[in-house]
């Protein structure tokens, strides 16, 4: 037991820093909701200016200026640790104004992004210019060996611990008590409530991450001593640190200390069972306990990160859908074979490398740029494919080309399961569960010489009917034939990848990835959609890895480290991660690849790539979301633009009396479509909707009034099942109160938003699509003249006048044309029952008038109707039967006529508009 404490308590040195940096990463989350991946590089970069402070020198690894400046004589350490944070302030300032101020409208992995590239700058800047060799620091704190009987500590750890400690409770009284740490909370929660309160979230946030990079090079400060500078260690000093700031909430300074005080305690209990127990496995026990961490609290807790009340304007950027996809395959084909032709030595296998990384980005592209899930570990799945590669082919004897599909399916596996969490939580949080995971695996397996020996693992080449595949050795180094192979699998999957964007699960992850709650209102499953992708990325990564591992012969963890795969990432979303164009420019641009061979033997610069690079991603992120090829996509999209529809809405609408969305024949008297059984809404101690019932029958249109948070919106979200609630929600007959939000538009509802919601990326004709997949419940089961999905799609349509913007992509309409846009979309999955909210929000009385017609149209379908709106002109005229609410009780309900004349809708309600209502 004693070991145990002594390990337990040597581990508080690395749990101080991973402890501050959470400290740092809380305080720019809380401010500028900026996921900082780049604080372990900050802690970097000042603690090499400290040291060389130390020194009488300052540091300025600056490309064509001299590496440090001489002061004559060595500073002592108080001063040197004084201006080193001035310093670490002055850049925390310099960063948020020069990167992330411009960012502030800019979405989350955007923001997330530009802190990955510049951590990598950061490093690699380091690297090129100090080397890799370790700097020694004078100790800081006493260093005494502390004893009691047979445990003892290291005296500098304990003080480090306390030191961090006590900054993290200073800060937290400074946040609970004073001005700064009201604004600061402030701004976090509503930025715009913090304008109209006269704070400048802006110079808040700016002031937040001085504090941040401050502490931030205080913990490479004071671990330098205990744990020599080396430019990549620090940078992984993230991983455990985010599990801590996960841990925290992102929002409890003390508890983000705390937390990692205790993961470097674990991380060195770890390191001690390894070493003492020969049946534990000799490496990656350390890295297991932050994503164990990580998964307990965002998976099983299901807690995501915070969410901040900023202002966003910008997307991750348009998916182009791709067009001609034949002829610009055959033609890429055609210049790349002949480049292979053309290209000998270096070159060559510089162009084989891009066709391999180009196959590897392409599984980012389907799922962070189609599916929208943040996945840091692709290059991972790919090493996970490569390293089964030599098991499936030796030990199992399985031939090419069945080996690699084994592999790839392998990898497929590990995806499913890294994407699991993805399930549960969303956003950045699956950006820092595939991390954590990435480095557990690197640690585990890449790198544990239980599973890989000292050398690698040897992977024999590839043989097809007696032809030799491989990429041959000596002068024979590397052959077409390898790089034809190659290239016969990089053209397969992107024109797979290609005609997955242009199908409806390409749409379905389109809508995922911009609105998953509008998703899931279109019939879409939104978890089946993430587990699709992330098994469709993971096996796409897993056939470049296997391509890769025959292309090195034996392969090691360096291939597939965690730092790189990170690189790859930067590399995919500098060149564009939502198209396909972007991902084969990432491969191209790739480390190794064939620019990077054009530009070490232009320019002799092959190490500085990284460093140029991370300074491109970081200027893309800022000027060009989109990447690289955005601008191509977009020139190409314009020349292709029609002029936008500026016409009222509707005015293409067929108005031929013959035309329906489908004919129905139903007996609208002695039918109930939709039935509320004692249907009650609750949050925490707070009551949205009491015990409601109502009967809605079929073929009706049933509108729901009420004052300003009456519970009208809640009530709809309950029906289609996006509020938890009790009581019993019956649909001709069925009662679906246990169904999922996608389930129950599966079995015949329909549902649009207040907030309209649309997939702005995508166009008016795919938004719609989108919403076939809610056509499951089928139209046999009412007697219906059945349409196929396409001309179930026209009629929609024509009936709401959508022809002429079918094309546009949905951010270019306008407010009214998007309104028709979500009734279509809840239309084309053929509903039983339409629930509308606030359908007439934007229009005016003309358009209002217009719309009422249409609904009218679509109840003589046979659809029934529950609209819930302002407009008491449309709802009094348009409406078959009316319901009011009044704090979330039904306090009346009857014709139009009668609701005009009760006494309690006007006390709650009406008010003085009664007279005029009346007149309508």
Known sequence: MTQHLVFLLLGLGNGAVFGALALAIVLTYRSSGVLNFGSGAIALYIAYVYAFLREGRFLLPIPGLPNTIDFGQPLGMWPALILSLLFGALIGLVLYVVVF????????????????????????LLAERLGTDAVAVAPIFPVEMWRSGDLFVSSDRVYFAITILTVAIVLMLAFRFTKFGLSTR?????????????????????????????????????????????????????????????????????????????????????????????SLPASGLPELIPLAIILLVLVVRARSLPARGAIILQTLGRAPRPTRVVSTTIVM??????????????????????????????????????????????LTIAGAGGFLLAPISDTLNIPFPFAPILAALA?????????????????????????????????????????????????????????????????????????????????????????????QLGAQMLAVRANERSAAA?????????????????????????????????????????????????????????????????????????????????????????????????????????????????????????????????????????????????????????????????????????????????????????????????????????????????LAGSAIAGLAPHQRIRVGFGRTFQAIELYEDLSVLENVKVGLTASGHGPESRGVQTRSAAERTEAVFRLLGLNSVRERPAGELSQGQRQLVSIARALAGHPRVLLLDEPAGGLDTAESTWLGERLRRIRDSGVTIIVVDHDMGLMLNLCDHIAVLNFGQVIASGTPAEIRVDPRVAEAYLGSHTEKAATV
């Open 411 to 503: 990898a497929m596996v590990l995806g499913v399961v890294i994407g699991l969490p993805a399930l549960r939580v969303r956003g950045l949080t699956v950006a820092v569960v595939t991390l954590a995971l990435a480095f557990a695996v690197e640690a585990f397996w890449f790198r544990n010489i239980d599973f890989v020996g000292t050398s690698g693992v040897t992977v024999d080449s590839p043989d097809l009917f007696g032809l030799d595949l491989g990429i041959g050795a000596g002068a024979d180094y590397p052959r077409i034939r390898f790089g034809l192979m190659c290239l016969a699998v990089l053209v397969a999957v992107a024109v797979c990848v290609a005609q997955l964007r242009r199908s």
């Open 522 to 730: 279109a019939g879409v499953s939104v978890t089946r959609v993430k587990i699709l992708a992330f098994a469709i990325a993971a096996f796409v990564a897993g056939l470049g890895g296997s391509l890769l591992a025959y292309q090195q012969q034996t392969i090691s963890e360096t291939s597939f480290s965690a730092m790189s795969g990170l690189f790859l990432f930067a590399t995919v979303y500098l060149a564009g991660v939502t198209s396909v164009s972007g991902g084969l420019l990432a491969g191209v641009t790739a480390t190794n690849g064939l620019f990077f061979i054009f530009v070490d033997e232009t320019f002799s610069a092959g190490g500085w790539y990284p460093v140029v690079a991370s300074v491109l991603l970081v200027l893309t992120v800022i000027l060009n979301p989109e990447g690289i090829v955005g601008p191509a996509h977009a020139l190409i999209a314009k020349r292709a633009q029609v002029v936008v529809d500026r016409s009222p809405i509707g005015a293409s609408a067929s108005f031929d009396d013959s035309e329906t969305i489908e004919h129905v024949t139903v007996d609208v008297e002695a039918a109930t479509e939709l039935e509320l059984r004692n249907v009650s809404v609750r949050y925490g101690g707070v009551v949205a909707v009491d015990d409601v019932s109502l009967s809605v029958p079929r073929g009706s249109i049933f509108g729901l009034i009420g004052p300003n948070g009456a519970g009208k919106t809640t009530l709809i979200d309950a029906m289609s099942g996006f509020a938890p609630h009790t009581g019993e929600v019956v």
């Open 333 to 378: 084909t055609a210049v790349s074979g002949l480049a292979l032709v053309l290209l000998d030595d270096r070159w060559r296998n510089g162009l084989i490398t891009s066709f391999i990384m180009g196959i590897i980005a392409l599984s980012i592209v389907i799922v962070t740029g189609y599916a929208g899930q943040v996945s840091l570990a692709q």
């Open 101 to 124: 101020r411009p960012l502030r409208t800019a979405p989350p992995v955007a923001r997330a992004v530009a802190a990955l590239g510049l951590s990598l700058l950061v490093t690699g």
């Open 186 to 278: 402030a701004s976090a929660e509503t930025e715009r409530g913090a304008y109209l309160s006269g704070i400048s979230p802006d110079r808040i946030a700016a002031y937040n991450w001085m504090l941040s990079s401050a502490v931030a090079g205080l913990a490479g400060i004071l671990i330098a001593p205990i744990v020599p500078l080396v430019p990549v260690a620090y940078t992984l000093f993230i991983v455990p640190a985010l599990a801590a700031a996960i841990v925290a909430r992102f929002e409890y300074v003390v508890w983000a200390v705390v937390a990692g005080l205790a993961i470097g305690a674990l991380q060195s209990e770890a390191q001690y069972l390894s070493s003492a127990h020969q």
